[in-house]
């Protein structure tokens, strides 16, 4: 069975300092896609950034990275340069059943941000 | 500006009455999620469709909750009767093929 484990309830950073938060999951699939989505107080689910697992090279978006550890089945997120709207619960998720959308999510780990 | 629509945001019911909850997936997306989002369970998929066609359900009670896709520009959740326990946020996703989701702002549904 596919599982997605995040062990961090809560984090809380500094503003513009950096912050990384733990994402590890299990999958008997050899190709897959990881995600990681943000949730701020609206509500709204917001895809940050995704990885394929076939590419070595971790993936990048602005301020936001990931560290792609396949063989230990980890996909941490690295946000620098924190702002304070990047304040939210943010989850990690991983595909599974054959469909990239059709996804099993973590528990989530609120992050606050501290000006 | 493409978007997930979902109608209605928030929702106050009695226990007992029938619960209608629509989504407006982003024109062209093919596949539709439902998911359900409680403190205690976190995010749970409720129902999947693709090209309209329910492909899992699984994650649904059947005896009270069914979903379905008229056509392509609509999908509905129904609860009857509703429970306290359905109290939650619902979302909607929408995606093309086995591109990401995008999901909608949800319905939050509190039965009392």
């Known amino acids: 069975a596919q599982t997605v484990t995040q062990s961090q309830p809560e984090m809380s950073v500094q503003e513009a300092e950096t912050v990384t938060l733990s994402c590890t999951y299990d999958t008997s699939e050899s190709d897959y896609y990881l995600f990681w989505y943000k949730q701020p107080p609206s509500r709204q689910m917001i895809l940050v950034i995704r990885q394929e697992a076939y590419k070595q090279q971790n993936a990048t978006e602005n301020r936001f990275s990931v560290n792609f550890q396949k063989a230990a089945k980890s996909f941490s997120l690295k946000i620098s340069d924190s702002q304070l709207g990047d304040a939210a619960m943010y989850f990690c998720a991983l595909p599974h059943g054959g469909a990239t959308n059709k996804l099993i999510f973590g528990t989530g780990t609120l992050l606050a941000v501290q000006p | 500006d493409a978007r997930v629509t979902q109608t209605p945001r928030d929702k106050v019911t009695e226990m007992g009455q029938e619960v209608t909850m629509r989504c407006q997936p982003i024109l062209g997306h093919n596949t539709v999620f439902w998911y359900r989002q409680t403190m205690m369970q976190g995010l749970e998929l409720l129902a999947y469709f693709r090209n309209r066609a329910p492909l899992d359900d699984s994650g649904m009670p059947k005896d009270r909750f069914s979903a379905e896709m008229p056509d392509a520009t609509l999908a509905t959740l129904k609860i009857q009767p509703s429970e306290p326990r359905d109290s939650a946020v619902y979302f909607c996703?929408?995606?093309?093929?086995?591109?990401?989701?995008?999901f909608g702002q949800g319905t939050r549904l509190t039965v009392v």
């Open positions: 996703a929408s995606g093309f093929e086995n591109t990401e989701a995008f």
